[in-house]
């Protein structure tokens, strides 16, 4: 996560939209450590995943 931290930071975002990276980021990494605990991959995970990636291409463009 560290790379994927340093690209989304360390361009233009300032104020509101570097806070929301930020929370963005951290909640990545926090459902990649329980995702990681529980041994296996549901349909909710999935979703959850999904979601997380429409956010971050939403973010690039």
């Not at 996560?1 to 939209?17: D, H, I, K, V």
């Not at 529980?38 to 995943?49: C, D, P």
Request: glycine share 8%.
């Amino acid at each position: 996560m560290p790379f994927l931290r340093g690209r989304l930071l360390n361009g233009s975002a300032s104020g509101q939209r570097r806070e929301y990276i930020e929370c963005l980021l951290d909640e990545l990494e926090h459902f990649y450590q329980r995702l990681s605990w529980s041994g296996g991959i549901s349909e909710a995970h999935w979703r959850t995943l999904k979601s997380f990636h429409r956010e971050l291409v939403a973010l690039l463009y």
